[in-house]
């Protein structure tokens, strides 16, 4: 069977306006209807960079526009391998679908809700590709084994690992669209590499992709731009300061459920992930409409906990900051004794938050494997490790950055009376 | 008593990044508050360019974005005017607040909402600045009146002229960052002028704004750039295609409402408006996220004609449209009735929708009042009017241009049996 | 003969860096070679606007980049036809050296030296394409007659009139590389549109360039484009005083040379030129370092007019100007009897200059010939001319807008005597 | 004497439209008028990028529109000192004038020439501000003593050295300006960061410039992009070997000058230059069209060492290079026999070239001085070294890259007949 030769191409091909790669093309029937079904449509209600917008306020764009520059990206590189006759066109389709569909599993603000339940967004994926959904069966009408092929990419166990470079790896059509795109959509100076410049020193070597050692400055400054972004807008400490609400807000409801807290505002959706027994059918309900309209709606439930932290959400109250040194850590139970003292739930009010990576070794937040090394093309066709080539990536190679920081209302810390000692200890603790 | 001094000035500039103006500047602490009060962070749950998305997928940005924007291209024109010495500095507080906020009014999908429900944005934006809310408690703390006039500028009855042709003019400080920003998130070519060479061509002459006859070709740049803005993406009909079926879906609640129909999914937070007896306080809770959240639920409700937009709505299984001629104007009662025989209700399912503007006499949807025309400085001091000096657009002034489209569930018609009777009547008045 | 197979590849893909497009990508030996030819090198000597670099300071950008630019829109173009499969790719290659080739007879400012001297830049583009050069000698090793079908497309006899279209019409590659690069250069916000919507509704119909009708609007919005691009840049008033002195300059060295004045710099590569008699040998040794590099060394020649005309060139001392008016028309002789009374020139030092084009039914300066009208393909597959659908073309179509200027040397005027009668009536009469 | 108040305002403020900084302000009339002198205009005639057009075709911009970027971002950084009440507007005239006359002392080539001629721009810089210039003249008007406080600036020894950091330090208005400026002009992706947050973050404390903490990570930006270009644009060996030839002609046309050669076009301008007595009015009169227009007449000379370079200078048929190892430098010797036995002159057409760095401490091509390190402001007050806060700096300090490589004419190597034992043995050292 020719798989190849099977797939339905478009009358006429149609396009995306996408303010990053100009246009998206699709040629292909699939793509097209993967494109219309409801679970990927709802990608249009989860936010690219979750709490992200609290920061930079242009970071409001969703997962769906994403999707559709993975796509474009593999299929740009896929014509480029073509006219280099470097590629096997049976895996063309495969390729494109798991791009498409790389993030599909993700929910609402993926990071919390991994954190608070024990989702997990890539399991999910290989759910809804899988399982009883629109994709699936229109990836199934392609033929026996079509959609457990591009599970099996998703899961990076495809044969092929060329196809799974492609979309998972050091540089892969993920990383080079959410750079550029979240560098747009927020604005900063950050992010912007020379895409087609990577492209054009790309080469498939056996069953990796390798770059020229002509394009090693462009991959350095892909890896320093994603060292900025990483530092400058993922691991921002008032976006993270937003997800430690989310993250309580999410304990919270949970816990009040278990103890049957009676809501004003039920929340339906979230029942079976509160007991957890959701099942997928559940989970694809639920997107950040669903999350933020009950947020919104506890700002009036009888649970001063819940009711406060989720109007710090909706009215962006977020919570301050402290680096966590050492001597902090050593302090922590005083500091707790204090916010105990002074009436404040250090549970939900006290929260360490740590980021960390290193300028070449850097992992999504979210995204697992170990990450295979970037190898240069040597003009003698020898393979060499970008580090041992380049000296700005050698000299960063494994350096480690970390960055711990205490979140708590200072707001609360400020009004409380000035003779409290309660107040004088945390203000001594945390030196503000 | 001197407003001027009374201002309070941050410690330090506090700056936004900001896409479409890189950093937008805020130096005074009462701008600095308003835009923490819970009225103004709403603003992020209230999409720019309401269903928008649906056709351009960058278009996800929010009100709150835009608001900044107008905020900060007024405070440079000022600075602009300042350093001419043509600017009362004690009018700058009232005219930064009265840009800031003059959106603060909108709802979810505000096109929409109004007309369904009769509600108008511009009175909630008076009345939140006038009523019992966060914003007017802190404009009310700079002295007595001062919310009055904020309100004033808003509502075009205050005094000072030029103040509000800044707000609201055929160029103001709204429209120049709206045309900019969103063409920026759509990622289209149009939209574009230059901000700048425009704000340098200003001039106040008397009580209103005037540009120096050299600057003519920005003008009509900025003209041009409108008229495609309008056609090519705010009147977009894959855009009023979902706008039609949100106004439809809101139209079907309310009835079943009415009726007393029993909701899987009550939407509390609606029915004051659905009864007529909203009040401010009502109205503040509503944004595109509880709209979202009941739109996705109500795909299980027991209503088919509700479950079925919503999931239309929902997974952008859009209405399909033809233009709206004489002819089929004059076969409409035939096309009901074929619609009525095929099972489909024609008052759910077949909606006409107008849009119409000319480029240089252009209004934003829902943006009232007479537009003044605009003024050419002359080198000898005498004001002319922009058509009487540009050829171009002396030739388009008054030309009105207006699309008029037929909107309908195309599915639904492909579906019928293809001997039905009804099924070939609708396509031929169609001519599908 | 199959002239499609016999066109050599190059082993790798070479690529020129280029702020317009990216990448200017060649693939072939032929266009490769072509490039690196000493005729079309010297393009880097000849700028792309003339004398608008004193208007624009970023305007010092060579018809090398452009027309590498014109190359690449052509190439891309093709691509799209020949995936839609609307191309005859027999005709690639002579389509591609034609864009390539397109301006390479140009000499420098050639707008002055056509003026003064009679050349012609299309006759010498045919000359060196079909002459004794590096060029003609490596189209002809393609087989014979390919140079006369370069040739052919150059002069728009090709009997394949879809590939003079591509070349030389109202939407050409040349037109939209020159105003999108001369928009970078520039700087100005005028002259963007969305190349790449207008190639993909791009359709060869017959042997014309059609486009669809849904994207009218980015046709519309080329013309508006363009129009700005030309009264905003390619006319302004600065470009073209600069542009007067340059042509009086080169009259007034034709003049000496032909009264025999000693040269202290005799200006060797132009004696032919002086004298009738330039051949293409010495046509090709024309650039624009030699007319400056004499243009500087005059200022030290012993003729007042010539020393005082490069002066004002090289220094950037431009003449001032006024509207031509009627009146003006009708005073010139008694303002030539005063400049004389007043001891200056009118032969140099007077000028009039005037400029004129409609927004639709533009020609570049110095592009002869009938331009076609745009066509639209309608849904039903009929063609309609543009300004039939486009009300905003419509109403501007074939309005003409002429501008006709008074170039003097106002700072001569200036520094007559304020008694002396000359200045009170040179005053007078231009109304300054 | 009050020096402020004596400069004079311009009536109504002008504008350069610029494609970097959008618009370049003058509202002083100084400033205006120095534009307006010939040894300023002259820059228009001198490129910012030596040869690199050969590379990057873009690259074609000239000093002339650098000069005013440097003078725009020094006059914005202190409108932002001065908002912050960190500037003594004393020295703001004679900090835009130092700005905008940094590089007046350039000339052709600089690099080449300096290396060929001994010539030193800075020094010709301090001659065109206190010799015999119009730009002395318009300097010496604004009072005694102003003129050679603009030279210190330039000279380094000002005594306040807030205004010397300005223009001459790591992060000074001259990088600042030619790193975005070049990155524009050659298209590349390199070059970007976030000027304003830089000027944001900057403080001026006590005599020296220093940057917030929390603008970190803009300055290591910065840095990286720094790096970046060097490597990639400025250090470019296509752009070198253009430059070799370069130095190759001058080299030999001094030779021959002196030698007595009898020219076909004598250098009248660069007599002064080969005999060692040129003096100030001697260099402004020398400028890239002077060089070029030499270097394509000298085609035509007598002497096929001559003739031969300036054909490969005027038609980019460059030299070729290999890595210059230290296997190649032993060999050396052999390799200038062979080139002998095969009748090249390896004086001519063997040449080493070396450029050298490291991304944190780079010197501008030509530009003298130990640079300061950067410092960082700390909350608490102290100054700490960038690269004791940055790990991604401090891991690339003095970490110093070199890359040499041997240029040679290959075209002569290959087109030797394949039994020369010359050929074969050139061909083995250089391992081609």
Redesign the interface.
């Known amino acids: 069977m020719n798989l190849v030769r099977s797939f339905e191409k478009l009358n006429e091909?149609k396009?995306?306006?996408?303010?990053?790669h100009?246009?998206v093309h699709v040629r292909d029937r699939l793509i097209w209807d993967l494109i219309?079904?409801?679970e990927f449509?709802?990608l249009?209600?989860i936010r690219q960079l979750g709490t992200t917008?609290f920061t930079?306020?242009?970071a409001?764009?969703?997962r769906?526009?994403h999707s559709?520059g993975v796509y474009e990206i593999a299929r740009r590189i896929i014509e480029i391998f073509k006219?280099r006759n470097h590629w096997d066109d049976s895996e063309t389709m495969v390729t494109l679908c798991a791009a498409l569909l790389h993030d599909v599993g993700h929910g609402p603000f993926s990071h919390s809700f991994e954190k608070v339940f024990g989702t997990d967004h890539e399991k999910y994926t290989q759910e809804i590709i899988l399982g009883d959904t629109e994709i699936h069966r229109l990836l199934d009408m392609q033929g026996s084994g079509f959609a457990e092929k591009v599970a099996d990419v998703i899961g990076k166990t495809y044969p092929n690992r060329l196809v799974v470079s492609l979309i998972s790896s050091q540089i892969d059509a993920d990383r080079m669209d959410y750079l550029l795109r979240d560098a747009?959509?927020?604005?900063?100076?950050?992010g912007?590499?020379?895409l087609?410049?990577i492209w054009?020193v790309m080469r498939s070597h056996g069953d990796q992709i390798v770059f020229k050692l002509s394009g090693m400055?462009a991959v350095?400054?892909y890896i320093?731009s994603r060292?900025?972004m990483y530092?400058?807008v993922y691991f921002h400490p008032v976006t993270r300061s937003a997800e430690v609400i989310l993250t309580q807000i999410l304990h919270r409801a949970k816990r009040l459920y278990q103890e049957g807290f009676h809501f004003k505002?039920t929340p339906?959706?979230l029942i079976k992930i509160f007991e957890g027994t959701m099942v997928l059918r559940d989970y694809l309900?639920l997107?950040?409409?669903?999350i933020?309209?009950f947020f919104?709606?506890w700002q009036e439930e009888n649970d001063a906990i819940l009711s406060d932290l989720c109007?710090r959400f909706?009215?962006?109250?977020l919570f301050k900051y402290v680096e966590f040194t050492p001597e902090l850590l050593s302090a922590k139970n005083d500091l707790i004794e204090a916010f105990s003292a002074a009436g404040i739930d250090s549970e939900y009010y006290l929260q360490v938050d740590s980021s960390s990576n290193s300028?070449y070794d850097l992992y999504r937040p979210g995204k697992e494997g170990a990450s295979q090394p970037i190898r240069l093309l040597m003009p003698d066709g020898r393979l060499h490790e970008l580090s041992r080539e380049s000296?700005?990536v050698g000299?960063?190679t494994g350096?480690r950055?970390t960055d711990v920081k205490l979140y708590y209302p200072k707001d609360r810390v400020v009004e409380l009376p000035d003779h409290s000692s309660a107040k004088k200890k945390i203000k001594e603790i945390l030196g503000i």
Do not use: C
């Open positions: 091909e396009v995306f306006k996408d303010p990053v100009r246009y219309g079904t409801s449509q709802r249009r209600r917008f930079f306020h242009g409001e764009h969703s769906f526009g559709l006219y747009y959509f927020t604005g900063v100076s950050y912007h590499f020379d087609e410049r054009r400055h350095e400054d320093m060292y900025q530092w400058q505002y339906v959706p309900k997107d950040e409409s669903v933020m309209y919104q709606a109007r909706m009215n962006r109250r300028p000296d700005v000299s960063i350096m950055r």
